[in-house]
């Protein structure tokens, strides 16, 4: 079982950078992929970024490329998510995910579905 553990959070102000990161709760030999996901208060929850586990493909969201930046160290069995030029918008719980999201004959990295390893959420805060 894999318990992503997420940290790195907190308040900062707009133009500002935060850098999340997550590993599980105990070493793994799983070749996941991981994500992040987040919840707005009022909204729906997300997608915001994945990575595959060889860490060769990436993928965004809109409101994100250009601006977060997903990556991994696999020694560490570890993701990150540097977040620059942060807007009030970008505020909410960031979660990160671990899975192989495969079904229906392909992967789906923007589907919660395919995700069944979630940790526990990291606040993040952006003022204006």
């Known amino acids: 079982q894999v318990q992503p553990v997420e940290s790195g959070g907190g308040l900062v102000q707009t133009g500002g950078s935060l850098r999340l990161s997550c590993a599980p709760s105990e070493h793994t030999s799983r070749k996941y992929a991981m994500g992040w996901f987040r919840q707005a208060p009022g909204k729906e929850r997300e997608f915001v970024a994945a990575?595959?586990?060889?860490?060769?493909?990436?993928y965004y969201s809109n409101s994100v490329k250009g601006r977060f930046t997903i990556s991994r160290d696999n020694a560490n069995n570890a993701v990150y998510l540097q977040m620059n030029n942060l807007k009030p918008e970008d505020t909410a719980v960031y979660y990160c995910?671990?899975?192989?999201?495969?079904?229906?004959?392909?992967?789906?990295?923007?589907?919660?579905?395919?995700?069944?390893?979630w940790g526990q959420g990291t606040q993040v805060t952006v003022s204006s």
């Open positions: 995910v671990a899975d192989t999201p495969y079904y229906n004959g392909s992967y789906h990295y923007q589907s919660e579905r395919g995700w069944h390893y």
């Open positions: 990575i595959t586990w060889s860490g060769g493909d990436t």
